[in-house]
Every structure is written in C-alpha cells, then in structure tokens.
C-alpha cells in the first residue's frame, strides 16, 4: 500500500503554474547546446566561404603596410575601418543564426518563461552539502554518463571525419595558392558539423530525461492534492454548512409565505406547492413555497392553520415542483390547469361566504402538457 506521503499524484495545473512563476521547468542543456552547435556548423557552410575572403582580403591589405602607414594615425584608423567593413557582414550573420539557434534551443522544451523569482539567488545552491548531494547524487550519475557518452560520440565523429578528409587534406599542398586555403576552411566548416551532429543522440535521450525528471519533482502527494482542493474550493464541510444554512433561511422565508398564498395544491403527501395570484394584476400565478416530505407536510399544516385551502392533484403538484423555483411566475404550459384550480378555490371561497353556489368537484384530468408531466 502506497506511503500517504509518497508522491503518486499528476501535478495540478495550480502546481505547475506556480513552479513556472518560480522558474522551475524543463530545460535541456544538451538540446540548446546541440542546436547552437549545429546552427554555427550551418551558418558557417553558408558564410564561411564570404568571411574567408574578408580574412584574406584583411591579412593582404595589413600585411603590405608600409613603414611610414604604420606610424600614421590616419592610416591606422583607415586600415581598421577596412577591416570592420570587410568583416562585420560575414560575423554578424553567423552571430545571428547562433543567437536563434541558442534562444530557440532554450524555449523549445518548457515553452518562454521569465520571472525575477527564477532568477534571484538561491542559498541552498551555494551550500557545499547541497553540492555534494548534486554531485553523487542521482542527477550526478547521469550528468557524468552524459559526459562521458559526449566523449565517445564526438571522439567517433571526430575520427570518422578525419578519415573522410585524410586524402583531401593530403593533398591541399598541391592545389593553387589560395584555392587551397578555402578548400581548407571548407573541410574544416563540414567536419565540424560532422562531429557537432554527435551531439543529436545525446539531446534525444537529454529532453525526455528532463521531462520525466521535472514531472517526477511536480508530483504530489495525495495530502497536497486534498489541501490544494480545500485551499481552492474551499472545506468541503463548511461548504455543506453553508448550504444547509441556506436551505434553512429559504426554507424560513418560504414558510412565511404560505399564509399569503391563495391556494396549496399536493400530492398529496409527498408534494406540496404554494400558489399566490393577484387578481387585480396582470402577471401569472407565483410559486411562493415548494417542498417534499417533510417540507411539504410543514407547508400543509402552516396552510391549514391559516385557512389556506388544499387542493389535491398529484399530477400538477410535481410539474410545478420541478419546473418552477420559489418566487418565480409558473410556466405560460400550466397556465390552463392553474386557471381551474384558482377558479375551484375562488368558487368555493364564494361558496362557504354565502355568495354562490357549491362548486363542481375539480377534474382529476387537468390539461397538463405530457412534457411537463412526471411520474
């Protein structure tokens, strides 16, 4: 059976918002640096032959400076304001594509984050004891197996590009003057991609391990999940006593209204529903008080007690229970049945003050829509 305090439970999305403020998600180092690596070997295929030929363009003009150019302010600044203008599209270029390739490599896993929380200085990472735990710990072990699986790699990339190369670069002594010098850079430019690919299997074990391992330290413990539920949602128990003191105060309010309605029509025992009409208005019957069991015996008695007449009709007791809320005008479908039974209890009012004649017993067959009709 698993520890109460164990960490089994997915990380809530409140957790790991609150980690992103903290600067705390996944990032791969190795990723980033692949990509940066990988990037400067492609910027250096596209530019290298155009910054090859400023460096020689830069060594041919400074190297034929003459005795009195080198003692001349003017010149100096002439000569250096050549070099920046030979060198700084080639070398802006390749900084740029560096500076992608790093930005994206640090978003791609974990997404753009910036908070001062992430970036203030931590104490614990300045104790010696937590620095030995990092060292031997866990997170030690893979980073020196990362090393080490860097060190095969790129020492296999790295042969297998001299022996692609061996009898090119044999050879450049041979080739003209300085056609051999760019044949150089261009075979340097390509083993360094070459080798800088090693990197691609260490970023593709790297960025699942940093994910698995930063879900691992989100996870919660089944305690934390309860309190961040109470902490969002509030107590569950004060919760239901909320609501039950709700319940009580509308189900007060509720019987206050009973003696001013014109009529109660039941179920007769399980339903009770209290219905006032103002005649002289033009609105349609309210629903006053509403209950069952219990509370709909509460409403009978306080109705018999202030001689609120009782109508018995099961059927229209529960359609107006279930489509109507306390205070509010009964549905425009049951207008027609509430229309007789207001009619019978007028009638009988009338009756029992000596002003009219006894009513016909109310139909049991009300008009009730079959939509409103409930078993």
Not at 289 to 294: L, P, Q, S
Not at 329 to 337: G, R, S, T, V, Y
Request: charged share 25%; hydrophobic share 45%.
């Amino acid at each position: 059976m698993a520890d109460a305090h164990e960490k089994t439970e997915e990380p809530t999305g409140k957790k790991i918002e609150e980690a992103r403020k903290k600067g705390q998600i996944a990032r791969s180092r190795e990723l980033s640096t692949t990509l940066v690596l990988i990037g400067s070997a492609l910027s250096l295929l596209l530019f290298g032959e155009m910054l090859g030929e400023a460096m020689f363009a830069v060594m041919q003009r400074t190297f034929i400076l003459s005795r009195d150019e080198t003692y001349d302010v003017n010149h100096a600044f002439q000569a250096m304001g050549y070099v920046i203008e030979l060198v700084s599209v080639p070398v802006i270029l390749l900084l740029i594509v560096s500076l992608v390739a790093g930005v994206y490599g640090s978003i791609a896993l974990g997404g753009y984050n910036f908070t001062w929380e992430g970036a203030a200085p931590k104490a614990n990472k300045l104790s010696p004891i937590a620095g030995f735990k990092r060292m031997f710990g866990t997170n030690g072990l893979v980073e020196l197996l990362k090393a080490i699986g860097k060190f095969v790699i790129i020492s296999a990339m790295a042969l297998l590009a001299l022996n692609l190369f061996q009898d090119e670069a044999l050879h450049l002594d041979v080739e003209l003057y300085p056609l051999n010098i760019f044949h150089a850079l261009e075979m340097i430019a390509w083993a360094f991609l070459l080798m800088c690919c090693g990197m691609i299997p260490i970023a593709l074990i790297d960025v699942p391990y940093q994910s698995y391992k930063h879900n691992k330290e989100m996870k919660m413990t089944k305690q934390e999940v309860k309190d961040e539920r109470k902490n969002s949602e509030g107590d569950p128990q004060v919760k239901g006593r909320i609501r039950r003191l709700q319940y009580q105060a509308a189900a007060k309010r509720m019987m206050q209204e009973v003696p001013k309605a014109d009529v109660v029509v039941t179920n007769p025992t399980h339903f009770a529903v209290a219905l006032k009409y103002d005649q002289n208005g033009d609105s349609a019957p309210i629903l006053v008080a509403k209950g069952v069991d219990e509370m709909a015996m509460h409403i009978r008695k306080i109705a018999g007690a202030h001689d609120v007449p009782i109508v018995e009709s099961p059927m229209l007791a529960r359609a107006i229970y279930y489509s109507t809320e306390a205070d509010f005008p009964i549905p425009e479908k049951l207008f027609m049945a509430v229309a007789q039974v207001l009619a019978y209890v007028y009638q009988h009012k009338a009756f029992k003050q000596g002003r009219g004649k006894r009513p016909k017993p109310l139909r049991k067959d009300l008009p009730i829509p079959n939509d409103m009709r409930t078993d």
